[in-house]
T-cell receptor, first 113, second 111 residues
Framework: EAQVTQNPRYLITVTGKKLTVTCSQNMNHEYMSWYRQDPGLGLRQIYYSMNVEVTDKGDVPEGYKVSRKEKRNFPLILESPSPNQTSLYFC????????????FGPGTRLTVT | KQEVTQIPAALSVPEGENLVLNCSFTDSAIYNLQWFRQDPGKGLTSLLLIQSSQREQTSGRLNASLDKSSGRSTLYIAASQPGDSATYLCAFNTGRRALTFGSGTRLQVQP
């Protein structure tokens, strides 16, 4: 089944404790990205990747890191999480950026205390 | 900067009604738009994708239209069912490598 998977689905952590949220797709997509969803603010892009080793900032990149060492994986790293990063996070992928349909993962609900 | 507005913010209808969800945007230089469905606490499910050169797309009971000149897209749901209850999001791709999302319409279909 073609899908985007994320792990963990739920995470509660404390301020400053480094964490990684994994994202993987099995559709051989070149383009992957991360969004966060917050009440009243909607979905905003954090980072995106056009292909392996090619990443760039989205609209709200502060406090996040990403890497794209393999085509199928695009982990989101929070080096020192803070409470304002409490949010619902989505990974997305598409065949290529721009004209193609985007597929979203199931989401990771992160709480930072 | 692209701004996207969805009206109404919430809608409650009895089962069986046909309904229209509206999405308006400010920048007509779009590549495509997608309509998504989001169930509470769940991910986004892509419903329909319309390329900028197209006027509409249909999938089952769903029909989405795009009018770039007026800056509007509509999602038409025929013969609504309780299982259609969810939040519906429209999103535009203007080539900035990111989708610009509307705030969503929360739909409740009463049995």
């Amino acid at each position: 089944e073609a899908q985007v998977t994320q792990n963990p689905r739920y995470l509660i952590t404390v301020t400053g404790k480094k964490l990684t949220v994994t994202c993987s797709q099995n559709m051989n997509h070149e383009y992957m990205s991360w969004y966060r969803q917050d009440p009243g603010l909607g979905l905003r892009q954090i980072y995106y990747s056009m292909n392996v080793e090619v990443t760039d900032k989205g609209d709200v990149p502060e406090g996040y890191k990403v890497s794209r060492k393999e085509k199928r994986n695009f982990p989101l790293i929070l080096e020192s999480p803070s409470p304002n990063q409490t949010s619902l996070y989505f990974c997305a992928s598409s065949f290529s950026g721009g004209n193609y349909e985007q597929y979203f993962g199931p989401g990771t609900r992160l709480t930072v205390t | 900067k692209q701004e996207v507005t969805q009206i109404p913010a919430a809608l409650s209808v009895p089962e069986g009604e046909n309904l229209v969800l509206n999405c308006s945007f400010t920048d007509s230089a779009i590549y495509n738009l997608q309509w998504f469905r989001q169930d509470p606490g769940k991910g986004l499910t892509s419903l329909l994708l319309i390329q900028s050169s197209q006027r509409e797309q249909t999938s089952g009971r769903l029909n989405a239209s795009l009018d770039k000149s007026s800056g509007r897209s509509t999602l038409y749901i025929a013969a609504s069912q309780p299982g259609d209850s969810a939040t519906y999001l429209c999103a535009f791709n203007t080539g900035r490598r990111a989708l610009t999302f509307g705030s969503g319409t929360r739909l409740q279909v009463q049995p």
